[in-house]
């Protein structure tokens, strides 16, 4: 089995998953963006083929964190997410390794899943989210570039600059949250459990569905 270089990118928690805002009390709002990197990191370091995850990240908090989860903290260069997604995987990864990039909102994320997204990686490959707009995940193997264009439309943006796009029954790598009707989706789909251990906490949800 190839072994993957996993690289996450994370805001700091006050500036993170502004389109959420409202989904729960503002004071928690931190703790809510915090759980999602939490169980997104703990579901790709539990992927046999992930043999390390990298977070960019100038969070000291979510340094911390996922440190203890078992990750790689580098410092966000700065210039934005297409910017510290290029750092993690062909700086600091380095371009011998095979290299896949993720969202960090992805709480309903199965590790079955993303080995079987990253077992279907022939060259430079993506991921669409769940409205097939957005981008979950950017693949490339050794030598590639990742050549990152998240952003708005990043799905046909990857599809046009040549990538191929990974399709499968994927559900929890494909929904990544930023609305609060995306946070019911995953409790449906099975949300990790510090996620839920939150909203559960609010009173926004008396239990969550067992992953599947």
Known sequence: MRKWTAVIPVKRLGLAKTRLRGAVPADRHPELALAMVRDTAAAVLAAPAVAELIVVTDDPVVASAVRTLGARVTPDPGGGLNAALRSGADDVAGLGAYRAVLAGDLPALRPDHLDEALGRVTGRSFVPDADGTGTVLLAVPPGDRLRPLFGPGSAQAHATSG?????GDW????????????????????????????????GLTTQCAPAA
């Open 171 to 202: 559900p929890g790598l494909r929904q990544d949250v930023d609305t609060a009707a995306d946070l019911d989706t995953v409790l449906a789909l099975g949300a990790g459990r510090r996620t839920c251990a939150l909203l559960r906490d609010l």
């Open 163 to 167: 990538a191929a796009p990974l399709t």
